[in-house]
């Protein structure tokens, strides 16, 4: 069992509650609002459709204008309403197409399915083609990193099943009911990449398959399922944010990689399970992907439970399926650590989403004054001092946050939970990061930097 990193904590993580749950699917939605995201960062997603107009599930409604960008699909079968900017949870502008649905439940995904050949071009067309990014946690573009991880010298492929936030359980069911279509995803990117056999040789890139070793029922689906193959194994230990990907490959593979790196570019190839999941459902079903299987937990709803929803589908029609308890009064896009917390049940499911966490206790005690315990320091992953940091965003001191690292918070939230005083850290720091990126698009970078 790999044991982990400096820093984090082994938490109650409440799994149990929804790790039972089989996946069930909600009542189609009244509409869906679907952002019109490539995967990359650019905000240049071609509109392929207009208001008034009929769509059909499945059917292309953007195309990216990046060659890193996938296709976005509409995910229901109605009719556009509208093509509109919307603010998404991390406060960033998008534009996003607003669908009602009808009952015709039209689809384009009986159509013949495109074809592929078994090589790396293939295996990105493939992505770009179905609209796969990585399904998860920080989200961005799979394709960058299969075309970066290939040009630095690929030399692992890791699939990511570690989910190690508390509450969440999405991917855990995912692979406890659907262990066959990943293990299809795991043999496709075993003879695209060349993946070397454990044991042998061969001088090919290694496969692992990280999974928390406390989630017994996956492990013993995905043992069974990978027997013979060349994915390995690799299970770690209970402890969070284990499953950050700069943190998973410095665990899996022994290296020392800053938080800002990308793995990719050291040859290590980070795949969400999700992603896989999707990689089979496109390759050999010609499905792009139009949903996603969802979290719902807290203590705010008595029907916690794994649920798959359409890509787009508003917060507030998955609460109302749901039935929020009267105390309700807190609704996390995300999980409990990581996700962006409302006093309303805002937002939308987009392919990132792994839950939705609703709480009846609208705010933690306090915030008080900071009594120098330095607990946020000793478990920040990262080892940046996130109380500097929020000393320096109160402070109006966005000169600073560079040079105290504030591109290195991976965002996952422990310095808040371990915090006595119940300080805001995580929001300061995210609002200097946001801070930070406007202060640059006004400015050149070296004017800021020194
Ligand atoms: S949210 Fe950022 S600063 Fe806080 S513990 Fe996590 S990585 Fe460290
Ligand atoms: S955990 Fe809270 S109280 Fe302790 S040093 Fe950090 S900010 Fe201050």
Redesign the pocket.
């Given at each position: 069992m790999h044991k982990g990193f400096p820093g984090g904590a082994v938490l109650p993580d409440d799994k149990d509650l929804t790790e039972g749950s089989s996946i069930e699917k909600i009542p189609r939605p009244s509409a869906v609002q679907i952002v019109l995201d490539d995967g990359t960062n650019s905000t240049t997603v071609e509109t392929t459709v207009r208001a008034g107009e009929i769509v059909a599930r499945g059917q292309v409604i953007g195309l990216p204008q990046s060659d890193d960008g996938v296709a976005v699909h509409s995910s229901v079968s109605g009719q556009v309403r509208q093509v509109a900017e919307s603010i998404l949870a991390d406060g960033t502008k998008k534009q996003s197409v607003i669908i009602e649905t009808d009952d015709e439940d039209r689809s384009v995904l009986s159509q013949e399915k495109p074809q592929w050949k078994v090589y790396s071009e293939g295996l990105i067309k493939c992505l770009r083609w179905a609209g796969i990014t990585q399904m998860g946690l920080a989200g961005g573009s799979l394709v960058a990193r299969i075309r970066k991880s290939l040009k630095a010298g690929l030399r692992y492929v890791i699939i990511n099943g570690v989910e190690s936030e508390p509450l969440i359980t999405s991917e855990v069911r995912l692979m406890t009911e659907h262990a066959d279509k990943i293990r299809h995803g795991c043999e496709l990117l075993t003879e695209i990449l060349g993946l070397a056999a454990p044991n042998s040789k061969s001088s090919g890139p290694e496969g692992l398959f990280a999974l928390c070793g406390l989630r017994q029922q996956a492990v013993g689906v995905m043992r069974n399922a990978l027997k013979g193959g060349t994915f390995r194994l690799a299970l770690l230990a209970d402890r969070y944010p284990q499953d950050e990907e700069v943190l998973l490959t410095n665990t899996l593979t022994n290296s020392k990689l800053r938080a800002t790196r990308d793995p990719a570019d050291a040859g290590v190839l980070v795949i969400n399970v999700t992603s896989v999941w999707a990689l089979s459902q496109a390759w050999y079903d010609g499905e792009p992907v139009t949903e996603r299987v969802i979290t719902v937990a807290g203590d705010g709803t008595e029907n916690t439970g794994n649920y798959r929803v359409p890509i787009g589908t508003r917060v507030r029609d998955i609460i109302e399926y749901v039935g929020p308890l009267p105390e309700a009064t807190r609704y996390v896009l995300g999980g409990p650590f990581r996700g962006w917390s409302r006093l309303s049940p805002e937002g939308v499911i987009t392919k990132q989403t792994t839950g939705l966490t609703v709480l009846t206790q609208a705010h933690r005690q306090g915030p008080e004054a900071?009594?120098?315990?330095?607990?946020?320091?000793d478990d920040c992953p990262v080892g940046i001092d996130?109380?500097h940091l929020?000393r320096l965003v109160e402070a109006g001191r966005i000169d600073k946050v560079e040079k105290a690292w504030i591109e290195d918070c991976i965002e996952c939230g422990l310095?808040l939970y371990?915090?006595?005083?119940h300080?805001p850290?995580l929001e300061r720091i995210r609002m200097g990061k946001w801070a930070l990126r406007q202060k640059r698009l006004t400015r050149p970078y070296s004017e800021i930097r020194d």
């Open positions: 900071c009594i120098r315990c330095g607990w946020c320091i996130p109380v929020y310095c371990v915090c006595p005083t300080l850290l």
